[in-house]
Protein backbone atom coordinates (compact mmCIF):
# COMPACT_ATOMS: atom_id res chain seq x y z
CA UNK A 1 0.00 0.00 0.00
CA UNK A 2 1.62 3.46 -0.96
CA UNK A 3 0.40 7.19 0.29
CA UNK A 4 0.62 10.03 -1.11
CA UNK A 5 1.42 13.29 1.23
CA UNK A 6 1.86 17.02 0.41
CA UNK A 7 5.37 18.59 -0.71
CA UNK A 8 5.47 19.76 2.75
CA UNK A 9 4.74 16.27 4.51
CA UNK A 10 7.80 14.86 3.04
CA UNK A 11 9.93 17.48 3.80
CA UNK A 12 8.72 16.62 7.39
CA UNK A 13 9.72 13.31 6.83
CA UNK A 14 12.95 13.82 5.86
CA UNK A 15 14.03 16.41 8.77
CA UNK A 16 12.99 13.54 11.27
CA UNK A 17 14.70 11.28 9.18
CA UNK A 18 17.84 13.72 9.73
CA UNK A 19 17.34 13.77 13.19
CA UNK A 20 17.70 9.80 13.27
CA UNK A 21 20.84 10.13 11.38
CA UNK A 22 19.60 8.18 8.45
CA UNK A 23 21.60 8.59 5.14
CA UNK A 24 20.02 9.98 2.13
CA UNK A 25 19.93 6.03 0.98
CA UNK A 26 18.49 4.58 3.53
CA UNK A 27 15.45 7.52 3.32
CA UNK A 28 14.73 7.06 -0.22
CA UNK A 29 14.60 3.25 0.43
CA UNK A 30 12.21 3.51 3.35
CA UNK A 31 10.15 6.38 0.92
CA UNK A 32 10.11 3.50 -2.10
CA UNK A 33 8.81 1.36 0.62
CA UNK A 34 6.09 3.22 2.29
CA UNK A 35 5.23 5.52 -0.38
CA UNK A 36 5.65 3.92 -3.99
CA UNK A 37 5.53 5.47 -7.02
CA UNK A 38 4.85 8.97 -5.91
CA UNK A 39 7.81 8.71 -3.06
CA UNK A 40 10.32 11.64 -3.80
CA UNK A 41 13.61 11.02 -5.78
CA UNK A 42 16.83 10.46 -3.96
CA UNK A 43 18.35 13.88 -5.53
CA UNK A 44 15.44 15.87 -3.66
CA UNK A 45 16.07 13.58 -0.75
CA UNK A 46 19.68 14.32 -0.69
CA UNK A 47 19.15 18.02 -1.50
CA UNK A 48 16.52 18.50 1.34
CA UNK A 49 18.56 16.45 3.93
CA UNK A 50 21.77 18.72 3.55
CA UNK A 51 19.46 21.63 4.26
CA UNK A 52 18.05 20.43 7.27
CA UNK A 53 21.82 19.34 8.43
CA UNK A 54 23.13 22.59 7.71
CA UNK A 55 20.33 24.23 10.19
CA UNK A 56 17.80 24.98 7.95
CA UNK A 57 14.79 24.39 10.33
CA UNK A 58 11.43 25.40 8.10
CA UNK A 59 9.88 23.37 5.89
CA UNK A 60 9.01 26.03 3.07
CA UNK A 61 11.26 27.26 0.58
CA UNK A 62 13.15 30.74 1.27
CA UNK A 63 11.65 33.96 0.23
CA UNK A 64 13.36 34.80 -3.32
CA UNK A 65 14.82 31.70 -3.93
CA UNK A 66 15.15 30.39 -7.56
CA UNK A 67 13.91 32.08 -10.12
CA UNK A 68 10.82 34.62 -9.85
CA UNK A 69 8.31 33.97 -9.23
CA UNK A 70 6.32 34.87 -12.26
CA UNK A 71 8.03 31.94 -13.86
CA UNK A 72 5.48 29.73 -12.13
CA UNK A 73 2.17 31.52 -12.23
CA UNK A 74 -0.69 29.59 -13.09
CA UNK A 75 -1.04 30.41 -16.53
CA UNK A 76 2.24 28.70 -17.52
CA UNK A 77 1.63 25.80 -14.74
CA UNK A 78 -1.49 25.24 -17.08
CA UNK A 79 0.25 25.32 -20.05
CA UNK A 80 3.16 23.54 -19.17
CA UNK A 81 0.40 20.66 -17.61
CA UNK A 82 -1.36 21.08 -21.12
CA UNK A 83 2.14 20.57 -23.10
CA UNK A 84 2.83 17.49 -21.21
CA UNK A 85 -0.39 16.05 -21.96
CA UNK A 86 -0.87 16.48 -25.36
CA UNK A 87 2.89 15.19 -26.43
CA UNK A 88 3.86 12.40 -23.41
CA UNK A 89 7.10 11.94 -24.72
CA UNK A 90 8.18 15.60 -25.06
CA UNK A 91 11.58 16.86 -23.19
CA UNK A 92 11.83 19.29 -20.93
CA UNK A 93 14.05 20.91 -22.83
CA UNK A 94 11.63 21.40 -25.59
CA UNK A 95 9.01 22.92 -22.95
CA UNK A 96 11.51 25.16 -21.74
CA UNK A 97 12.19 26.52 -25.53
CA UNK A 98 8.40 26.75 -26.22
CA UNK A 99 7.47 28.47 -23.16
CA UNK A 100 10.47 30.71 -22.55
CA UNK A 101 11.12 30.03 -19.21
CA UNK A 102 14.35 27.74 -18.21
CA UNK A 103 14.59 24.17 -17.45
CA UNK A 104 14.59 24.18 -14.25
CA UNK A 105 11.74 26.24 -13.74
CA UNK A 106 9.96 23.40 -16.29
CA UNK A 107 10.97 20.31 -13.90
CA UNK A 108 9.93 22.44 -10.74
CA UNK A 109 6.64 22.75 -12.40
CA UNK A 110 6.32 19.07 -13.39
CA UNK A 111 7.74 17.44 -10.44
CA UNK A 112 6.78 20.04 -7.57
CA UNK A 113 3.68 22.02 -8.80
CA UNK A 114 1.73 19.20 -10.90
CA UNK A 115 3.41 16.05 -9.05
CA UNK A 116 4.37 14.06 -12.68
CA UNK A 117 6.82 11.68 -13.37
CA UNK A 118 8.16 10.60 -16.56
CA UNK A 119 7.71 6.42 -16.70
CA UNK A 120 9.28 4.38 -19.74
CA UNK A 121 6.68 2.43 -21.55
CA UNK A 122 6.06 -0.68 -20.18
CA UNK A 123 6.90 -3.26 -23.64
CA UNK A 124 4.81 -6.41 -24.27
CA UNK A 125 4.80 -8.93 -27.24
CA UNK A 126 2.15 -7.70 -28.59
CA UNK A 127 -0.89 -5.45 -28.04
CA UNK A 128 -4.08 -7.60 -28.40
CA UNK A 129 -7.17 -6.89 -30.17
CA UNK A 130 -11.07 -6.47 -28.56
CA UNK A 131 -11.63 -10.74 -29.39
CA UNK A 132 -8.23 -11.68 -28.23
CA UNK A 133 -8.69 -9.45 -24.87
CA UNK A 134 -12.16 -10.77 -24.47
CA UNK A 135 -10.94 -14.41 -25.17
CA UNK A 136 -8.69 -13.91 -22.42
CA UNK A 137 -10.85 -12.62 -20.06
CA UNK A 138 -13.33 -15.72 -21.29
CA UNK A 139 -10.28 -18.44 -20.10
CA UNK A 140 -9.31 -16.39 -16.97
CA UNK A 141 -12.87 -17.05 -16.06
CA UNK A 142 -13.04 -20.92 -16.99
CA UNK A 143 -9.57 -20.61 -14.75
CA UNK A 144 -10.82 -19.36 -11.56
CA UNK A 145 -14.12 -21.62 -11.85
CA UNK A 146 -11.65 -24.71 -11.93
CA UNK A 147 -9.68 -23.30 -9.13
CA UNK A 148 -12.81 -22.56 -6.74
CA UNK A 149 -13.91 -26.18 -7.41
CA UNK A 150 -10.41 -27.63 -6.96
CA UNK A 151 -7.65 -26.05 -5.65
CA UNK A 152 -5.27 -28.59 -4.85
CA UNK A 153 -4.87 -29.98 -8.05
CA UNK A 154 -5.60 -26.81 -10.53
CA UNK A 155 -1.80 -25.87 -10.51
CA UNK A 156 -0.91 -29.74 -11.41
CA UNK A 157 -3.44 -29.70 -14.77
CA UNK A 158 -1.16 -26.03 -16.42
CA UNK A 159 1.07 -26.83 -18.50
CA UNK A 160 4.04 -23.72 -18.84
CA UNK A 161 5.96 -23.19 -21.82
CA UNK A 162 7.64 -20.21 -22.96
CA UNK A 163 10.47 -19.44 -25.48
CA UNK A 164 14.21 -18.62 -25.45
CA UNK A 165 17.41 -18.14 -28.06
CA UNK A 166 19.85 -20.22 -27.09
CA UNK A 167 23.77 -18.92 -28.30
CA UNK A 168 26.12 -22.17 -28.84
CA UNK A 169 29.82 -22.05 -30.33
CA UNK A 170 32.11 -24.82 -30.07
CA UNK A 171 35.81 -22.78 -28.93
CA UNK A 172 38.66 -24.20 -29.61
CA UNK A 173 41.04 -23.94 -26.44
CA UNK A 174 44.79 -22.69 -25.95
CA UNK A 175 45.87 -25.99 -25.22
CA UNK A 176 43.67 -27.33 -28.58
CA UNK A 177 45.40 -25.10 -30.73
CA UNK A 178 48.88 -25.95 -30.01
CA UNK A 179 51.30 -27.01 -32.58
CA UNK A 180 55.04 -27.90 -33.09
CA UNK A 181 57.01 -25.30 -34.75
CA UNK A 182 60.64 -25.30 -35.19
CA UNK A 183 63.30 -23.24 -33.99
CA UNK A 184 63.03 -19.38 -35.50
CA UNK A 185 59.41 -19.84 -37.14
CA UNK A 186 56.71 -17.25 -35.82
CA UNK A 187 53.60 -18.65 -34.32
CA UNK A 188 50.74 -19.36 -36.07
CA UNK A 189 47.28 -17.00 -35.65
CA UNK A 190 44.28 -17.85 -35.00
CA UNK A 191 40.96 -15.85 -34.56
CA UNK A 192 38.94 -16.07 -31.12
CA UNK A 193 35.50 -17.51 -31.81
CA UNK A 194 32.41 -14.99 -31.27
CA UNK A 195 30.12 -16.22 -28.50
CA UNK A 196 26.99 -15.44 -30.69
CA UNK A 197 28.19 -17.50 -33.43
CA UNK A 198 25.50 -19.66 -33.64
CA UNK A 199 21.92 -19.54 -31.53
CA UNK A 200 18.76 -21.43 -32.23
CA UNK A 201 15.17 -21.07 -30.41
CA UNK A 202 14.41 -23.54 -27.76
CA UNK A 203 10.72 -24.01 -27.05
CA UNK A 204 10.31 -25.47 -23.68
CA UNK A 205 7.32 -26.70 -21.92
CA UNK A 206 6.91 -27.20 -18.35
CA UNK A 207 4.48 -28.06 -15.11
CA UNK A 208 4.62 -27.96 -11.65
CA UNK A 209 6.74 -31.34 -11.19
CA UNK A 210 9.51 -30.20 -14.12
CA UNK A 211 10.08 -30.27 -18.03
CA UNK A 212 7.88 -32.41 -20.13
CA UNK A 213 9.89 -31.38 -23.56
CA UNK A 214 12.17 -29.24 -25.53
CA UNK A 215 12.12 -28.53 -29.01
CA UNK A 216 14.84 -26.36 -31.28
CA UNK A 217 13.69 -24.77 -34.43
CA UNK A 218 15.57 -26.10 -37.26
CA UNK A 219 17.44 -23.21 -39.70
CA UNK A 220 15.90 -21.14 -42.03
CA UNK A 221 12.22 -22.36 -40.56
CA UNK A 222 9.55 -19.64 -38.61
CA UNK A 223 7.29 -20.54 -36.23
CA UNK A 224 3.89 -20.42 -37.81
CA UNK A 225 0.46 -21.56 -36.43
CA UNK A 226 1.21 -25.16 -37.97
CA UNK A 227 4.57 -25.28 -36.46
CA UNK A 228 2.72 -24.96 -33.40
CA UNK A 229 0.09 -27.02 -33.90
CA UNK A 230 2.66 -29.96 -34.63
CA UNK A 231 4.25 -29.20 -31.48
CA UNK A 232 1.33 -29.43 -29.59
CA UNK A 233 0.86 -33.02 -31.11
CA UNK A 234 4.39 -34.35 -30.17
CA UNK A 235 3.57 -32.46 -26.44
CA UNK A 236 0.61 -34.81 -25.96
CA UNK A 237 2.72 -37.64 -26.72
CA UNK A 238 5.46 -36.36 -24.30
CA UNK A 239 2.20 -36.29 -21.33
CA UNK A 240 1.30 -39.77 -22.49
CA UNK A 241 5.11 -40.75 -21.30
CA UNK A 242 5.93 -38.69 -18.44
CA UNK A 243 2.62 -37.75 -17.11
CA UNK A 244 0.42 -40.73 -17.41
CA UNK A 245 -1.62 -39.74 -14.34
CA UNK A 246 -2.82 -36.47 -16.09
CA UNK A 247 -4.44 -38.47 -19.57
CA UNK A 248 -7.59 -38.58 -18.18
CA UNK A 249 -7.52 -34.90 -17.29
CA UNK A 250 -7.84 -31.98 -19.56
CA UNK A 251 -4.83 -29.60 -19.16
CA UNK A 252 -4.70 -26.25 -20.33
CA UNK A 253 -1.23 -24.66 -21.69
CA UNK A 254 0.10 -21.18 -20.31
CA UNK A 255 1.91 -19.11 -22.96
CA UNK A 256 3.22 -16.04 -23.77
CA UNK A 257 1.78 -16.65 -27.11
CA UNK A 258 -1.60 -18.35 -28.25
CA UNK A 259 -0.89 -22.25 -28.41
CA UNK A 260 -4.77 -23.30 -29.19
CA UNK A 261 -5.16 -24.38 -33.02
CA UNK A 262 -8.41 -24.92 -33.08
CA UNK A 263 -9.38 -21.60 -32.00
CA UNK A 264 -6.29 -18.98 -32.16
CA UNK A 265 -4.58 -19.88 -34.95
CA UNK A 266 -5.50 -17.63 -38.06
CA UNK A 267 -4.03 -17.31 -41.43
CA UNK A 268 -0.97 -19.98 -39.80
CA UNK A 269 -0.26 -17.29 -37.92
CA UNK A 270 -0.12 -16.60 -33.90
CA UNK A 271 -2.55 -14.23 -32.76
CA UNK A 272 -2.62 -13.16 -29.22
CA UNK A 273 -2.06 -15.12 -25.86
CA UNK A 274 -4.10 -17.33 -23.77
CA UNK A 275 -3.86 -20.26 -20.93
Not at 26 to 31: G, T
Not at 182 to 203: F, N, W
Not at 229 to 244: A, C, F, M, V
Amino acid sequence: MSFKMDKIEYRAVIKFSVKESLTPNEMHSKFIKVYGDSSSSFSTIKKRAAEFKCGHTSLQDDPGKGRPKSATTPEITEQVHDMSLDDRPIKVREIAETIGISKERVGYILHEELDMKKFCARWVPDLLTADQKRTHMKISEQCLERFNKNKTDFVHQFITMDETWIHHYTPESKQQSKQWTEAGCSVSKKTKSVPSAGKVVASVFWDAEGILFIDYLENGKTITGEYYSNLLTRLDEKIHDKRPDLQNKKNHLSSGQCTCPQKCFGNGKIKGSAL
